[in-house]
């Protein structure tokens, strides 16, 4: 068993692991990453795609912006479709000049780890049997077994980025977590498509036959989703239905339609919101989706990760620079406040634009009401558009 020793052990190279790993170095603070899967498959799978306008200052700002700018589509709208027409979101003009950027995680993933590698990063990947030591006592560690050997790792502290299914949070006491649940009566059937976007900007769609989204990931590239049943088998759908649905619930009264071209990739996703409260014990802070997951209808998943580290971030940096340990203390009370906020937003986008079999026709007349109400008034669109482009990430 060889033993070494580090600031911050960093247990995930997700989004959450990696970001939080290059803040750190730029406040000249050491960590290791310990991921499980390969950098060959960190690398390509695929994730979420849009980036709030808070997380893209955050990448250009610390210097893992360049391929970014150069190929993220900077989207200043989005449309929301009822009965066959789409009404526009200006976003940026309802936000001060605020966008979104579409950017597939895997591509962040990448720009983060070639980042890493280039500043002499140590960035372990297919660790596995990772556990975690003595995480309430001064000097916790983490276990792990690579290329057959077994390592302990001594931190300072310890960043749980290993997403909902990690070995972090079930490590914390019992006792100690509450998690608050919500699974939603549905999931999402996602293709990705060699097909030029029809349309420069997301089409989240509400129809009678379900929910359908129409997004993108390059100008080759198109990204698409339908609403399904939670435990859909993929293999139920062939490539003709699929673009023959994706085309009854899409297609406007315009003649709009998404562009068909070859299948890449299909696959189910659940849909589910959960915060675990708090996101710390001990010296083990749980950042992204270990601490907590939203639907994906608000595009909010990859952002809160970011936003989760860069608080996190700047807390060691206090601890680090003047030895205070006040802003690691008020950590979970600050990212919780923004987490609960984007839970609300999350929530609210998937009860508007889903269709939900339970629903009585007065819930179907209220929820007509409201896509009326967010399509035509400013106000209303103008909250959309506020927690759209992403909320101000906040250190106190
Ligand atoms: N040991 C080491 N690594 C692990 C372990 C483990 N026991 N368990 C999981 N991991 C790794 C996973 O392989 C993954 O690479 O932790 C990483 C967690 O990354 P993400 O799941 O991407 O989570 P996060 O970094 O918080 O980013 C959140 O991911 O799921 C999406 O929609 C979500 O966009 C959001 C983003
Ligand atoms: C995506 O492109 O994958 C995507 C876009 C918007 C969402 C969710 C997913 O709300």
Known sequence: MSKFNTQV????????????????????????????????????????????????????????????????????????GLNERRYRI??????????????????????????????GGDVRFECSDVSVHAIEGPKPAINFTQNGEEHTLACDYIAGCDGFHGICRPSIPPGILTGYDR???????????EAPPSLDELVYMHHDRGFALYSMRSPTVTRLYLQC????????????????????????????????????????????????????FGKLFLAGDAAHIVPPTGAKGMNLAMADVYV????????????????????SRVCLRRVWKAQRFSWWMTSLLHRFDDHSPFDNRRQLAELDYVTSSRAAAASLAENYVGLPMELE
């Open 90 to 119: 200006p976003l940026t003009e309802l936000t001060n000049g605020k966008a979104v950027t579409v950017y597939g995680q895997h591509e962040v993933v990448k720009d983060l780890i070639a980042q890493r590698l280039k500043d």
């Open 9 to 80: 052990g960093i247990i995930g190279g997700g989004p959450a692991g990696l970001m939080l790993s290059h803040l750190l170095h730029q406040h000249g603070i050491n960590s290791v990453i310990l991921e499980a899967r390969s950098r060959q498959y960190c690398e390509e799978r695929i994730r979420a795609g849009v980036l709030e306008q808070g997380a893209v200052d955050m990448l250009r700002q610390s210097g893992v912006g360049a391929r970014l700018d150069r190929e993220g589509l900077r989207h200043e709208g989005i449309e929301i």
């Open 229 to 280: 049943k939670p435990d859909e088998d993929v293999n139920l759908w062939s490539d003709d239905r699929i673009w023959s649905e994706l085309f009854t619930r899409l297609r406007c009264k315009d003649g709009w339609c998404p562009t068909e071209g070859k299948i890449l990739q299909k696959s189910v996703t659940g849909m589910r919101s959960y915060v675990t409260e708090p996101m710390q």
């Open 312 to 331: 996190l971030a700047e807390s060691l940096r206090a601890f680090y620079r003047d030895n205070s340990n006040a802003k690691l203390q008020s950590y």
């Open 183 to 193: 699974t939603y009566p549905f999931g999402w059937l996602g293709i990705l498509a």
